[in-house]
């Protein structure tokens, strides 16, 4: 390892640019990935996890970021009416599915830095071959001076080579990194899809129409009660029911009994638009 680290590393300026801009891409890198893994996402997974333990019976503190979830994507942070929910479709309705989980994992900005490396490689060998190639008289004849160029053509052809492998070498590390940074927010993202789908269900038209269905059939369930009557029998309990409304109006003048009339028939056609209203809305 230490003989490798001899054939790359050779302390030039073009081996600490490319050094530095590995280690800065991957700090960026690595935050980016901590960055969506606690914060784009984290409230996410508090959030699942807290519907899981509450699935569960479990008895844990309901957190304001978590409650905030629950107003935005279940509609209300009312814990009695998720839990009645639960126990009545045997999951959670979700009325809007969390965007970070619906989209795609966002791309690496930093992409570029692989050809980055392995263009400051490549400019350091041009120069180590310029370099080396500038001490070199190639009109003298005499011996000693072409050995020391020689030797100056040779260590500018090993800062060349040297430079070039450093740049190709950091490239296909960062591209690593590029693939295990994806990876963990690939996993991150599918891991949360996967536990919301267990335990939610997101709310759709078929949902509402069975909302729709129920309410229909308990308004028909409240009316089956006008099926046991006929016409007369409906008759006689609605006269029955204004004769002790009206009760003792024959004493009373005709504004008085205008007034009565209207105090005791005006609670029960409200009760009636109220109802009408209702229905028309289901």
């Not at 296909?172 to 335990?199: M, P, W, Y």
């Not at 997101?202 to 009660?225: C, F, G, I, P």
């Not at 205008?258 to 209702?278: N, T």
């Amino acid at each position: 390892m230490a003989k490798v680290w001899d054939i790359i590393w050779h302390n030039e300026p073009f081996h600490w640019a490319i050094a530095f801009v590995l280690i800065v891409a991957t700090i960026i890198e690595l935050y980016t990935l901590w960055q969506y893994w606690r914060s784009e996402c984290g409230t996410t997974g508090d959030s699942i996890q807290f519907l899981s333990n509450l699935k569960e019976g479990k008895n844990i503190k309901l957190l304001d970021k978590v409650r905030l979830w629950l107003k935005k994507h279940l509609g209300t942070d009312d814990l009695s009416r998720i839990k009645q929910q639960f126990q009545q479709d045997s999951n959670f309705i979700l009325i809007k599915y969390p965007s970070v989980l619906a989209r795609p994992i966002p791309r690496s900005s930093l992409r570029f830095v692989t050809t980055l490396c392995t263009a400051i490689g490549l400019l350091g060998t041009f120069y180590g071959i310029q370099q080396g190639l500038q001490g070199i008289n190639l009109s003298t004849k005499d011996t000693n001076e072409l050995i020391t160029a020689s030797k100056e053509l040779l260590m500018g052809m090993k800062t060349a080579f040297s430079t070039s492998m450093m740049g190709l070498g950091s490239g296909s590390v960062f591209t690593l990194v590029l693939f295990i940074c994806d990876s963990g927010r690939q996993e991150r993202r599918d891991s949360l899809r996967h536990k919301l789908n267990a335990i939610a269900t997101l709310k759709t038209a078929d949902n509402s129409n069975h909302e729709v269905a129920e309410a229909l059939s308990l308004v028909a369930k409240n009316l089956t009660v006008l099926k046991q009557l006929n016409a007369e029998g409906i008759g006689q309990a609605v006269g029955k029911s204004i004769a002790e409304q009206f009760a003792g109006l024959n004493q009373l003048s005709a504004q008085a009994i205008g007034k009565a009339v209207g105090q005791q028939m005006f609670p029960a056609l409200e009760a009636i638009f109220k109802d009408q209203k209702k229905l028309r809305e289901v």
